[in-house]
């Protein structure tokens, strides 16, 4: 099957909806499938830096995606972002009545009302629009498909699982510490992450404070808090072995729909220390793979007395990318017979 995934977030950029397309890519073409990314790296599609994220390119001329899918003619089409990359897509699919399926990866109306001050209504509104003719709606989790029903967001919404390379990221990687006791965060340094309540931790004596990963906000909070340790953005075995060294890691974002790094860090034999709101709730069990509590600091406290192997059990019974495309794949919706269609219409 040729299978087109639409996205306004790709390589080069480092994030969790990037993280899970490759590998539901990888996982796809392992099983035989074609996988065609539409994104803003696509010949001809001209980009702009995003307001306030520059490293995050923007397609201006989505005009050309038209042509780009009639050319393609994928066998089926996923929208996957909703940017202008995704806008255009399913406004495409709209109009030649092409069925789709589509993902929410990200709390974009509430990244819009943090950043931009767009009330949330107005952003919930755009995205009940735009994924209304999806013909599945595929969410992270149980509570982020409950809190979108409650915006009415879609009548067929599926939980879409996540996992982790479980041979990349491993506790046998822990080696000669860098620094004898650390708690890590990995991911984006932005405002929306919610890192000040991980700077402003007082966690046990000793520790050190590690930032894995880039942002808008790096140099003004590597200004901020000199105390704390940014070591900049990782990839591959570079990134598992931080992970495997560190003796907990502190997830303090509010705003996550998942978070695959949680899995990548119990993988590692490193428990997990979160707020319990929606993301980490449907991840973290309390004693078995980290501690969430509205007290950052006893999550921390209560984290750090959970044995590593209960963590990377934890993730080898529950997570892999396999599932992960298993329901991808059963989602799809096959288009083939509108191309057909469609140049008997242009005829």
Not at 4 to 13: E, F, G, L, R, V
Not at 111 to 122: C, D, Q
Not at 130 to 150: A, G, N, Q
Not at 314 to 329: L, P, Q, R, T
């Amino acid at each position: 099957m040729k299978i087109m995934i639409a996205t306004d977030a790709w390589h080069p950029q480092l994030n969790g909806v990037v993280r899970t397309l490759e590998n539901v890519v990888r996982v796809l073409e392992k099983r035989g499938h074609e996988v065609i990314i539409l994104s803003h790296q696509w010949e001809g599609l001209k980009t702009f830096g995003a307001p306030g994220y520059p490293e995050v390119e923007l397609v201006w001329n989505v005009w050309k995606i038209d042509n780009i899918i009639k050319e393609v003619k994928p066998d089926a089409i996923h929208v996957a972002t909703e940017g202008p990359i995704g806008l255009a897509t399913r406004n495409f699919c709209y109009w030649h009545k092409v069925p789709i399926t589509s993902s929410y990866h990200t709390k974009t109306p509430e990244f819009l009302l943090k950043v931009w001050h767009i009330p949330l209504g107005i952003g919930y509104a755009f995205m009940r629009w735009l994924h209304r003719d999806s013909r599945t709606v595929l969410v992270t989790t149980k509570s982020m498909m409950e809190e979108l029903d409650s915006w009415t967001l879609h009548s067929n919404m599926k939980v879409w699982t996540r996992g982790a390379d479980l041979d990349l990221f491993n506790p046998n990687l822990a080696g000669e510490k860098r620094y004898n006791k650390t708690m890590l965060y990995v991911g984006r340094v932005s405002v929306e992450k919610n890192l000040e309540a991980f700077f402003n931790l007082n966690g046990p004596e000793h520790f050190r404070k590690v930032v894995v990963g880039s942002g808008p906000m790096l140099e003004a909070y590597q200004q901020q808090y000199p105390d704390v340790i940014f070591v900049g953005a990782k990839t591959g075995i570079e990134l598992a072995k931080w992970f495997a060294d560190a003796d907990v890691f502190v997830f303090p974002s509010k705003w996550d729909t998942f978070g695959v790094v949680m899995i990548e860090a119990n993988a590692c034999g490193t428990p997990i220390a979160g707020y319990p709101v929606t993301g980490p709730k449907d991840f973290v069990i309390n004693g078995v793979n980290g501690w969430l509590d509205e007290n950052l600091e006893i999550a921390v406290e209560k984290a750090l007395t959970i044995d590593r192997k209960s963590c990377r059990t934890y993730v080898e019974n529950n997570y892999s990318w396999e599932k992960c495309v298993d329901i991808f794949e059963q989602t799809l919706v096959p288009v083939t017979w509108r191309w057909q269609q469609l140049s008997k219409e242009n005829c």
